[in-house]
């Protein structure tokens, strides 16, 4: 088939190797999420000098390395080759051989060494994804000329690096995720003007950041603070296939693969890093934002009451921090919100009742040694803080109240009272039965020998 266009193959049970074929006018490949094996054969990237779309991601372990001759695809679109075993280098060409690559995918491999580092000027790429690989290094500042880039993920690596505040340069980013790295330093804030504008995921969990929380930059975050309800999902401009882009994220406690991106998630996770200081008021005007994760830091204050604006959150993480004070009853307007964790920070005073506060678990608020009320055992009482432990005196007032209630005890004086005066009755009716008199005499006689004992002089000495 000479003119054949498209090899569309995708979501099938395909087994074994690919064979070495002749791509003739073939521009789109597509053997995703097969049980495919073994290397991709050079045919591919020697004959193939129409293909726009190469896309092999999650099949049963692709193997070798990736050839630097898959830059002969000049006209290459979308290179796929995410969820495979691919091992080696990634070739320092596939940053500038093609700037029409709007795609470029090799996420959850086996790579190692440093990231490209050329990146030509006009480059067209709309989204970059190393994500779970070995890489190390830094995060080339040439990146910058990618100035369509919309997603970069290279989270799950080794990059040794502190933040990359070029970044800010950007104005296209929507995401942006760091995560599980080596980052270090503080983020010195933006100094270009509507940096971050568009951003919609900001991950920068599980490194080594520092001081306080970037406050300018949650003031540039201008997508997060309206509400888009575009339930379409995130993908490249201007492109003639379908793709669509996919992440990874930690979600509401789970890592979650979401292989389709809706427009609308929004999402802020600076979780288990070193950021200290207070969480700034101008969280609160990030209103799109479904989950919050400030989770395993040192920060200290209050919860900030204006966190009640974020009326779309689904998930609330503020575990493991030095907070103090009591938790706002604002956040009883957050209807939505699906999990809350306040866990092991300095809190008190009563948890904030009804609507969602009354399905939170007692693990949303262990640790914190000064809250009471529900679900915790301890009750609050007027003085503040937890109703101190009860006195014995009240231990047995209280067992007496709630056990042996006075009409209880009443109850049986009355009903003995009235048996024994029966059984009195009964006994001197019959005229002192020998039972009964046998058995008051056998009592004094005994009783009074007792007393006798008790009088008798000891060792030998005389009664006066």
């Known amino acids: 088939m000479p003119s054949l266009q498209g090899l569309l193959l995708q979501n099938n049970l395909l ?9 003739n006018s073939l521009q789109y490949i597509d053997f995703s999420h097969n049980r495919l094996y073994g290397q991709i ?4 990237f020697k004959t193939c000098e129409h293909l726009r779309a190469l896309m092999l991601s999650s099949n049963d372990k692709l193997t070798g390395n990736i050839s630097p001759v898959i830059c002969e695809l000049k006209s290459l679109e979308i290179l796929d080759l995410s969820n495979n075993g691919f091992s080696g280098f990634i070739p320092q060409c596939l940053g500038n051989f093609s700037d029409g690559l709007l795609v470029l995918h090799l996420g959850a491999n086996n790579l190692r060494g440093n990231i490209p580092s050329i990146y030509s000027e006009g480059s067209s790429l709309r989204y970059l994804n190393f994500n779970g690989n070995k890489l190390k290094g830094v995060i080339p500042p040439s990146i910058i000329n990618c100035v369509n880039l919309e997603f970069l993920d290279l989270g799950y690596n080794m990059i040794d690096d502190t933040f990359p505040s070029f970044l800010e340069t950007l104005p296209q980013l929507e995401v942006v995720v760091l995560r599980s790295n080596k980052l270090h330093g503080s983020l010195k804030g933006p100094t270009v003007k509507d940096s971050f504008s568009k951003l919609q995921i900001f991950d920068l969990s599980n490194n080594s ?4 929380l970037p406050t300018e930059y949650f003031n540039n975050f201008k997508a997060m603070m309206s509400v888009d309800e575009d339930m379409d999902y995130m993908r490249p401009k201007n492109l003639s296939t379908s ?15 979401f292989s389709k991106i809706q427009i609308a998630l929004a999402t802020l996770d600076l979780s288990c890093n070193k950021f200290t200081g207070k969480i700034p008021e101008s969280l609160g005007k990030l209103k799109s934002l479904i989950q919050l994760n400030l989770s395993h830091n040192s920060l200290i204050g209050y919860i900030q009451p204006s966190l009640g604006n974020l009326t779309n959150l689904e998930s609330l993480d503020l575990s ?13 307007d957050l209807t939505f919100l699906e999990v809350l964790n306040l866990s092991y920070n300095q809190l008190e005073g009563p948890i904030p009742q009804g609507k969602q506060f009354h399905t939170f678990a007692i693990g949303s608020y262990e640790g914190n040694l000064g809250l009471c009320g529900f679900p915790l055992q301890a009750k609050y009482y007027e003085g503040g803080g937890q109703q101190p432990p009860p006195s014995n005196f009240e231990k047995e007032d209280s067992m007496f109240e709630e056990g042996f209630g006075w009409k209880a005890v009443a109850m049986g004086y009355g009903c003995g009272f009235v048996f024994g005066v029966s ?11 020998a039972w009964f008199v046998k058995m008051v005499e056998d009592s004094a006689h005994q009783n009074a020998k007792r007393l006798r004992r008790k009088n008798a002089p000891r060792n030998g000495g005389r009664r006066y």
């Open 320 to 332: 493991s921090n030095v907070l103090a004070g009591r938790i706002p009853p604002q956040l009883v």
């Open 209 to 212: 950041l520092s001081g306080p």
């Open 41 to 44: 054969p050079p045919s591919v």
């Open 423 to 433: 059984i009195g009755y009964v006994v001197f009716r019959a005229r002192k039965p």
């Open 243 to 257: 793709y669509v882009y996919s992440v990874t994220l930690a979600w509401k406690g789970s890592e979650i693969e």
């Open 15 to 23: 087994y074994g190797q690919i064979s070495p074929f002749l791509c």
